[in-house]
């Protein structure tokens, strides 16, 4: 028998190794934890003027739930709207067109079917979505 392989070194890493397998059968994976995806909301009030909230004559507005809103949010500037009236520019914000091209022309107008919003493309990512107003 070869001296460097003793009989107590085999039994010893017989042991060991039938140690690790019956350890990793009992060791069972785990599912992967998918990234928490971040909150969404849109909020776009039509009668509120942004310098009334948050520029220098904020201090007369008491709007306490905005205000903490927009303290835990991305909050934007500056916006540019496609068209005056609330309808038509809702309805290129939602399809990405513009309103003479998705027939939403006037505040009675209907953003058609045929156009894919970006809300059900949000739902078919597993984001639950809401509209209010």
Not at 14 to 31: D, H, N, Y
Not at 38 to 50: E, M, S, Y
Not at 104 to 126: H, I, Q, W, Y
């Amino acid at each position: 028998m070869n001296s460097d392989f003793s009989r107590r070194h085999f039994i010893r890493t017989t042991a060991l190794g039938s140690a690790g397998v019956a350890l990793a059968a009992r060791i069972r994976a785990q599912p992967a934890k998918r990234p928490r995806k971040p909150n969404l909301i849109v909020f776009l009030p039509d009668q509120l003027r942004a310098d009334t909230v948050f520029g220098e004559s904020a201090s007369a507005v008491h709007a306490p739930n905005i205000h903490k809103l927009a303290s835990q949010s991305t909050v934007f500037e500056r916006a540019y709207v496609t068209h005056p009236i609330c309808a038509p520019s809702r309805s290129s914000l939602m399809s990405g067109t513009w309103p003479h091209l998705n027939g939403c022309t006037n505040n009675k107008g209907v953003l058609p079917r045929k156009f894919l919003c970006f809300p059900e493309m949000l739902a078919d990512s597993d984001y639950r979505t809401g509209y209010f107003g």
